[in-house]
């Protein structure tokens, strides 16, 4: 059972260019995660999807960030432009639907180091 | 407002000595409690639940959590610990009501000493 797959798993590049992260969430999963994790701040919510509709995009950090998810078995995190204070890792989650008993799923994280 | 507080932000132990993790949360509702463990470089991995019943729940790798609602309390414990647990630990309190979200402390790393 593949568990949620993220690419890339590691990302440098220069500031002001265009970052896109990709996420492959379980299959049969209703909800998507997409996490911030950085020494400061710790583990943050961005975004999270629910049958590909946006819920609760309150973490986006600014309008530099956005995520789409165009079917049920990938999402994007995109980036643009990229600033140094956006380098971390960033995680994607799925879950089952519930009313929030359901564990959600890690992805490895992409990890983005911004020059 | 929900919350997660893990009072305890490193802590070392010796390999065979006991653990005890502690985490508090504050939510009006029933809470659905998590702890997820995160090794260097990977993802969080579930290590176990507690949705209702038994109030000691047991989870994977030998770690087991009890649920206190008196003391708002979903401490994780291990008997003996094995160099293998370094790693930081992580308690969640899922909402209820229709929501999915989960809300997470802010970490507790662990060292172990041989």
């Known amino acids: 059972d593949a568990g949620v797959i993220q690419s890339p798993r590691h990302e440098v590049t220069e500031m002001g260019q265009e970052v896109t992260l990709r996420c492959k969430p379980i299959s049969g999963h209703d909800y998507l995660f997409w996490y911030r994790q950085t020494m400061m701040r710790g583990l943050e919510l961005l975004i999270y999807?629910?049958?590909?509709?946006?819920?609760?995009d309150s973490g986006m950090p600014e309008d530099r960030f956005s995520a789409k998810m165009p079917n049920a078995s990938f999402s994007t995190l995109k980036i643009q432009p990229s600033e140094p204070r956006d380098s971390a890792v960033y995680f994607c989650?799925?879950?089952?639907?519930?009313?929030?008993?359901?564990?959600?799923?890690f992805g490895d994280g992409t990890r983005l180091s911004i020059l | 407002a929900q919350s997660v507080t893990q009072p305890d932000i490193h802590i070392t132990v010796s390999e065979g000595a006991s653990l005890e993790l502690r985490c508090n949360y504050s939510y009006g509702a029933t809470p659905y409690l998590f702890w997820y463990v995160q090794s260097p470089g990977q993802g969080l991995q579930l290590l176990l639940k507690y949705f209702s019943g038994d109030t000691l729940v047991q989870g994977i790798k030998g770690f087991e959590a009890e649920f206190k609602r008196s003391q708002s309390s979903f401490n994780l414990r291990k008997p003996s610990v094995h160099w293998s647990d370094a790693a930081e630990y992580f308690c969640a309190v899922g909402l209820s009501g229709g929501y999915n979200k989960l809300i997470f402390g802010a970490g507790t790393r662990l060292a172990v000493h041989p």
């Open positions: 989650a799925s879950s089952l639907t519930t009313g929030g008993n359901q564990p959600q799923h």
């Open positions: 999807f629910n049958n590909n509709v946006p819920i609760d």
